[in-house]
Structure formats: structure tokens, C-alpha cells
């Protein structure tokens, strides 16, 4: 027989040695650790969404932190800075509300935008889209409150966002 060739019991081993390595079974994420987390909300304010942007800038960060707490390393000059950037909030339109009433969501809202992973000089070091859709009531509970619902309406996709964020960039 060639000495070429492999016996069953060698090829097993060196699969399994493949197998157990490190590193070789899936590629960690980018980033797994963030010093620093900003929000992007220039593209709303290019869209003259100033007011859902204002809403976003002001629950979104405490969201980001509270969701990425174990993966936060503030005095890590190696970790990288994660970026989320909102390019676009849509709520939906009112639906015609079935008969009797009925409890539960009358629409849906989106937000879109992306997680970017910034090395130590502010180079991109990888982009996540994200849209999250979520069913929302379009009504007010009274006729005076419709800012007040669009705020929370907006305020949910921000806390949506922040939440599928970790998943999307795989950690």
C-alpha cells in the first residue's frame, strides 16, 4: 500500500483536529467589544425628520447601553466604536379597524438604519443593516394626545432597534 495514503483512523483525527481548532468553526463577530457608543441621526435630519430624530437621539442611547452593557469596555483603546446610524422611521398608516373594535395593533412602523463598527482612527471596520418593523395602535387614546402617541410610536422602534443590534452583528 502508498504510504501517500491516508488510514480511516488518520483522516478522522485530522478532521477532528480541524474540527476543535480554535477560531476554525465560525468567525467571531468584528467587534465584541465597544468603548464608545454614538448615535447617527443625520440621515432623519436630511429627510426633514427633525422631530423623530430629536425623539431617537434622546432614548436610543440609554437603550444602546442598557442592551450592549457586557460588551462595553470604555478604557479599551483596542475595542472598537459602534455607530448606530437611523436612516429612515415610517409609521404607518392608520387601518380600518375591524368591526367591534378589537384589541391589538391597527398598523405597522419601521426603522431602518445600520450598527458600524469604527476601529481606534474612525475607519469602518464592518456595516449591519437593520429594519425592524413593529405593530403599533395609530389612535391616540384621546384627540389631544396624537404627538404624544407619535413620540411613543417612535420611541418603540428606537428601543426595537437597539435590541435586534447585538444579534445582527452576531454577538
Known sequence: MDKALLTRRAALSALTAIAVA???ALAAPVATRFREIRVDVSPLIA???DVEAKWVAAVLPGYLKQTFAKYLAPGDRGAAVLVARIDDIALGPPE???AGGGIGPDTFDGIEGAGVALDGRGHVLETFPLYCSVGASS???LPNQ???NYRRRVQTLALSFA???PGKIGL
Open 47 to 49: 429627510k426633514d425628520n
Open 22 to 24: 480554535p477560531g476554525v
Open 163 to 165: 435590541q435586534w443590534l
Open 139 to 141: 389612535y391616540p387614546d
Open 96 to 98: 380600518a379597524r375591524w
Open 146 to 148: 396624537q404627538e404624544e
